[in-house]
Nanobody, 124 residues
Framework: QVQLVESGGGLVQAGGSLRLSCAAS????????MGWFRQAPGKEREFVAA????????YYSDSVKGRATISRDNAKNTVYLQMNSLKPEDTALYTC?????????????????WGQGTQVTVSS
């Protein structure tokens, strides 16, 4: 089991940027894909981004494509989500997740471990 702790959320004005971090414990981090999901109040959890084991392959939802960059540092057991040009509709609880396998996925049931999340609030 991988334990995940997110940080970096906060209140930001529309058009601003945030860099979310997710620190993982456990020796399997470098062998599993990672993802970011978000959930806004009253809405279902939605996929945001995912990254392969080595970081060569990344996937993004259409809603953040071009504004978000997912990356990872396997030496630090950390995955990042850089969000730029933030919009009020980006307001949500952002959660990172560790996949069951080496390949990333947009499906939430593909992920075995979840963090508690970090809140991102974008004001207009």
């Amino acid at each position: 089991q991988v334990q995940l702790v997110e940080s970096g959320g906060g209140l930001v004005q529309a058009g601003g940027s945030l860099r979310l971090s997710c620190a993982a414990s456990g020796r399997t981090f470098s062998s599993i894909a990672m993802g970011w999901f978000r959930q806004a109040p009253g809405k279902e959890r939605e996929f945001v981004a995912a990254i392969s084991v080595g970081g060569s392959f990344t996937y993004y939802s259409d809603s953040v494509k071009g504004r978000a960059t997912i990356s990872r540092d396997n030496a630090k057991n950390t995955v990042y989500l850089q969000m730029n040009s933030l919009k009020p509709e980006d307001t949500a609880l952002y959660t990172c997740a560790a996949a069951k396998f080496t390949a990333p996925s947009m499906r939430s049931d593909y992920y075995a471990s979840w963090g508690q999340g970090t809140q991102v609030t974008v004001s207009s």
